[in-house]
């Protein structure tokens, strides 16, 4: 009884926890009968604070396995939420829309949680330092995740006529990206030796409470996207926004939230390790991981294959993220004015994906 106390009470601690209220009143919303763009909104409101708690049930678990098998499962689960809403995606047949979401999840955390972090924990801060050699190799990954993400794009421009020969390759291209990652994860675990910052701060709750959690978490997020991916159509046509831009920009802002709420707050703290290394993970995780998992996961969920062809405009705008976030990270140190050019670079480049023709 103690424990389940303690669990809502962690729970309910986090401002992020009256966005809980978005549940009833999606319930609501459909009992009456609301429009789309309702819908949308009330149900990516709701998906923030769970991807929280999605986020939170694994590090505690992460905290009763140890170190190797705790890295392992924070490594695999810390992109949970995004992956959700893919897949519903996946299975709604808007593969536009989940190529746009993988896109925009990568540049949302290269330079908007990176941006955000960096600008408020040098204002509070001032100059910060972090590990350059974990940044470098992350950054390196990064590097590798472009190759791999741009190449069956240049190949389709190429043999623009032979569609199985790109779905062949995007094939490949995602079992390679597989076993990068694998590696990457288990040099990490064999080789990072602990640092200040690597203690666990996060809630210290019972494995079975943090199961529950985890489980009643990911169900509600299931839930939630599945009904938000089916207004997508009829909010675009409310908002008048493509579904490339809701793609791109509004639904990973929704399933990022949660990450950008705990860099910003590690930053100002000071820990700018921990900081760096939630927006450099989640962005190789989303590159190396969730992509090719999507890729082999519509040959199973989907009416039709996802393949890794993105349009020309979204590799050049990974191309910069990358080449900008590696020159910031690669001197081990941050201010808030590399935070703010980083935020800069995210604007500019939402504005221009905003005027993109659909």
Do not use: C
């Not at 763009?37 to 992460?62: N, Q, R, V, Y």
């Amino acid at each position: 009884m103690d424990s389940a106390r303690g669990v809502t009470r962690d729970i309910f601690r986090s401002p992020l926890s009256w966005l809980l209220l978005a549940l009833p009143a999606v319930i609501l919303a459909l009992f009456l009968g609301w429009s789309g763009g309702a819908l949308f909104l009330l149900a990516g409101l709701g998906i923030i604070p769970l991807a929280k708690l999605l986020g939170d049930s694994t590090e505690a678990l992460a905290a009763h396995a140890g170190p190797r098998v705790g890295g392992l499962l924070n490594a695999t689960m810390g992109n949970a939420a995004e992956l959700i809403i893919a897949i519903m995606a996946v299975r709604a047949g808007l593969l536009d829309l989940v190529k746009a979401s993988i896109t925009g999840s990568i540049l949302g955390n290269l330079l908007l949680i990176m941006g955000g972090a960096v600008l408020v924990g040098g204002l509070r801060r001032g100059t910060q330092r972090f590990d350059r050699t974990h940044a470098g190799l992350a950054a390196s990954q990064m590097s590798l995740a472009l190759i791999a993400l741009a190449l069956p794009t240049l190949f389709a421009q190429a043999i623009e006529p032979d569609h199985h020969a790109v779905e062949l390759l995007s094939d490949s291209v995602a079992l390679i990206m597989l076993v990068t990652y694998g590696l990457f994860v288990l040099h990490s675990l064999r080789s990072a030796e602990p640092r200040r910052e690597d203690v666990h701060t996060g809630h210290h709750w019972p494995v079975r409470a943090s199961l529950v959690v985890l489980v009643l978490s990911t169900a509600a997020i299931a839930w939630l996207s599945e009904i938000m991916v089916g207004a997508v159509e009829e909010t675009t046509a409310l908002l008048g926004l493509s579904e490339f831009f809701i793609g791109i920009i509004i639904i990973p802002i929704v399933g990022n939230a949660a990450e950008h709420f705990v860099a910003i707050t590690a930053a100002a703290n000071d820990r700018m390790e921990l900081s760096m290394t939630i927006s450099l993970s989640s962005s190789m995780q989303i590159a190396l991981l969730v992509a090719p998992l999507l890729v082999y996961g519509s040959l199973l969920l989907g009416p039709t294959q996802l393949d890794l062809v993105f349009t020309p405009f979204e590799i050049v705008a990974l191309f910069g993220a990358t080449l900008i976030t590696a020159l910031i990270a690669g001197d081990g140190e941050s201010n808030w004015v590399e935070g703010a050019q980083l935020l800069a670079v995210y604007l500019i480049t939402a504005m221009a994906f905003f005027f993109l023709p659909a």
